[in-house]
């Protein structure tokens, strides 16, 4: 009743990864920087493995990314995990949502926040 028609296009945050993947391919990578590279898998795992080495092959010694995977759907982060080699920590077959960690993400009085406009 609450719901306005549609939202669950980003509401999921598969359906969401999709909608802005779509973006960065119609308006350019350049206008979604502040979004990083998210894979929606299991159909995307060949996107993020080939991207994982590439960024294994880009990084300085000793330097590691860091992956985040989250369930497609949920809320309050339950399901929610830090991983630095998809390639193993995820389970072929998964599904799930994954991005390159933010480091230094943009806080709000020293909190990490969503929104979706």
Do not use: M
Not at 9 to 15: E, I
Request: charge should be positive.
């Amino acid at each position: 009743v609450n719901h306005f028609p549609g939202a669950y296009l980003l509401g999921r945050k598969d359906n969401c990864a999709r909608v802005c993947n779509k973006f960065r391919r119609i308006f350019g990578s350049e206008n979604f920087e502040y979004f990083p590279k998210t894979f929606v898998c299991p159909g995307d795992r060949a996107e993020l493995l080939a991207d994982e080495a590439e960024c294994k092959g880009k990084a300085k010694k000793g330097e590691v990314s860091t992956w985040i995977v989250k369930p497609p759907a949920g809320c309050k982060g339950i399901g929610i995990r830090l991983v630095t080699d998809p390639s193993t920590q995820i389970k072929e077959g998964a599904t799930v949502v994954v991005s390159r960690y933010i480091d230094k993400p943009c806080l709000i009085n020293k909190t990490k926040f969503d929104l979706r406009l």
